[in-house]
């Protein structure tokens, strides 16, 4: 048995810092829950002179990556320098030197996944990643384990805190997405470059993530159909409460038949649904399975501490195991590494559901009919129509709410609709979803 | 190494069908994801002839306790007859045996836990709980593990579905408790005696279970508490929906500086609070760490399916230890047994807060002035009162709001009020919780 778990962590920046805080300040708590000394015994980035404002042994900081692989007492080592590479060949090193990784690394697990997974299960090492779903919040933990009896139908949720922060600010305030946008970067909400995740790449990679877990199928980034927010206005937000809906940015990923749904999509849902009301920079997750029925796990899903209590939670959860030497004792991905399925994924054109347009069209008689020709010919019947003034010089903007539709018939109608000369701009598209009959489907 | 896990089944009831109806129909399931082949090997109850719907391979039926006892492959045994005997003889039975339990009973728990946990530890057994709180969320898990980096200050939540049925349908509806009780018992929604669901005892066996994992001290029902919600009436939710709160039966458990306040009680929550948007027979759990900040777990907290979930997950769980040798690698109460605490309890005149009153007074002149001088008297102070004019014949309701008062001194003005001469029936009390002054306290 071994006498103690010594970690290497590779990256001091944000969350490498409440990471680290934990790690020393809360050593006595940690290692007498996990029953063996748990030791931070180096950290290593570029920047080692800032202060992070805790005391740091200077002795645990360096520059040499090298420090950390050539080091045989580290049994575990943390990336959290985020981004492809050089992440990617670090836990390569570190798993192909036998030592177990713990990551919050969403893009590089939804990226190279696979290949990661792999390497591990060659090792019998064990990549801990559930500071890479949620924050704090134990999702991935909750799927592989809590929900082990289940099998998943219905994995959904607002998975990226900046995007919900601007929506929900939208739906209060009524005011544009940039302005909000930029009072978020301004205040330390969202980030300078906040492009994955107002475009759905963040949650994006979650949802690609939980999909491994919940349907057992490999996924990547690449088999999520996405789009983001940042084309929504107040007058959509102002329509949706209207007619009883919050809009959000939601990931749903579902079996269906023998096939697995993934999308990304800002989304109307009904506010009296309990994801409707999860407002600001806060995350919900919301599994269906089989047994359980549904559960949702609701917390802040990023920041400093949050994050780095889920990377210290995987670290305790290795440690324990390294105390039994039990390594992976549960499998990475829920199941063994090689049981993991080809993905079969159900084509976006397969959906039916009930759609939110919103089009900028000139103001000028006969439009209205054109438009709509061209979706009556696509067999998209609609429920109701508004034309507001407020528009600009060239568009005014003209709403409308279809029936039950076909998704391939709406991507072909709009292709036309967005060509046509009357029309402005590409259409808003946001889907309705009552989740009713997502629910009682699964 | 062990071949398989062989595991045998104590009851046969609702909860116990639910269980093997997983176990038989998911075993290759199950088996995969542990990694080992899980077997039912044995069901016992005094029933063995009913159907209980899906089939039951005959030779598994025993009404023979000592066919599960005495089977030296049997590994883990699982206890779902509830109740306090003889449910707590066979549980020991079986630790004394090196047999490991799985078990949903909260009553038990909650009034041996010391005894069955320690008699676990001593034989190097676990005691899978998971059902026992929640149904199928995983809570005990999220506390023991997801959350290991923490200290947990706070737990609150609605631990009970009936209850919360029961509210949330007077909310709804208007309609009186009994009416809806009655008819949610005729429904099958709630149980013939419903006495431990409505008078809080079966919640706060729930947050004394909770209180061991989360606070670290040795907690029993008899350190909590408790008033249930069996005088409520519709007035009291409609008071509350005009001060723009919904009345939830609510767990609080709090450490405050050495102490842990632990109470049950009707709570005024304010409706934009997630915990207020928790409706019909959902249960909430929310946590406040002091890393990972709050994390709120939803789902159905009773149930044949959802308690099977979590008690197959726990089975699972054992399982994959069995499988690595490495029973106990997460001690029962997530820290080793001889490390729990003693409570310091914070006795429930230590609080403070805003109160609702209901008195049933007389209807004559100078009975508001008798009233208000008690309770000028212990210093609470009014912030407003509202009488109307749905009474009895006996009594009117008259409705108080105060200011922030002391527990003590409410509970001795009340103590003497409600002695008055003019006050027919004990004053109904209802908590108002902002939670924010919870939340920021932590």
Not at 258 to 287: C, K, W
Not at 360 to 367: S, T
């Amino acid at each position: 048995m071994q006498q103690s778990v010594k970690v290497g962590l590779i990256g001091f920046g944000t969350v490498g810092s409440g990471t680290a805080k934990i790690l020393l300040e809360q050593q006595q708590l940690l290692s007498a829950r996990a029953q063996i000394p748990i030791e931070l015994v180096a950290i290593c980035d570029k920047d080692i002179t800032s202060d992070r404002g805790f005391p740091v042994p200077p002795h645990l900081l360096t520059t040499n990556i090298e420090d950390i692989f050539n080091n045989p007492d580290i049994s575990i080592v943390i990336e959290l320098i985020g981004g492809l590479e050089p992440a990617k060949s670090f836990i390569l090193e570190a798993v192909n030197r036998g030592k177990h990784v713990v990551t919050a690394n969403k893009a590089l697990l939804a990226t190279y996944g696979p290949e990661i997974f792999g390497a591990a299960a060659e090792n019998n090492v064990e990549i801990g990643f559930e500071a890479s779903v949620g924050g704090g919040i134990p999702v991935i933990k909750s799927v592989k384990e809590g929900l082990v009896a289940n099998n998943i139908h219905t994995v959904m949720g607002i998975m990226n805190g900046t995007a919900n922060y601007i929506l929900s600010r939208m739906t209060e305030e009524g005011l544009p997405f940039d302005q909000i946008l930029k009072d978020a970067q301004a205040h330390g909400y969202a980030e300078a470059d906040s492009t994955y995740d107002i475009e759905g790449i963040d949650t994006a990679h979650k949802l690609a993530i939980l999909a491994n877990l919940a349907f057992g199928a490999s996924t990547t980034l690449n088999d999520v159909d996405i789009e983001g927010i940042s084309r929504l206005s107040p007058i959509d937000m102002a329509f949706a409460k209207e007619l009883g809906y919050h809009i959000k940015l939601l990931a749903i990923g579902r079996a269906v038949d023998d096939e697995i749904e993934l999308r990304v999509h800002p989304t109307m849902v009904p506010v009296s649904h309990l994801l409707a009301q999860v407002d600001g920079a806060y995350n919900a997750f919301y599994f269906i399975g089989d047994s359980v029925g549904k559960v949702l796990l609701y917390g802040m899903g990023a920041g400093q501490m949050p994050t780095g209590s889920a990377v210290v939670g995987d670290v305790v959860d290795i440690a324990r195991n390294i105390r039994m030497n039990a390594a992976n004792r549960v499998p990475c991905l829920g199941r063994p590494f090689q049981d993991l399925a080809a993905l079969k994924k159900r084509p976006m054109e397969a959906l039916t559901g009930r759609y939110y347009f919103r089009f900028a069209a000139v103001d000028q008689p006969g439009v209205l009919a054109r438009i709509s020709g061209v979706l009556a010919e696509y067999s998209i019947s609609i429920a109701s129509v508004v034309q507001k003034g407020r528009g600009t010089e060239e568009s005014v903007p003209i709403v409308m709410l279809t029936h039950e539709a076909r998704e391939e018939n709406v991507q072909k109608a709009l292709g036309k609709i967005d060509n046509l000369d009357i029309v402005r701009d590409n259409t808003v598209v946001i889907r309705i979803e009552d989740l009713k009959s997502l629910e009682e489907s699964a």
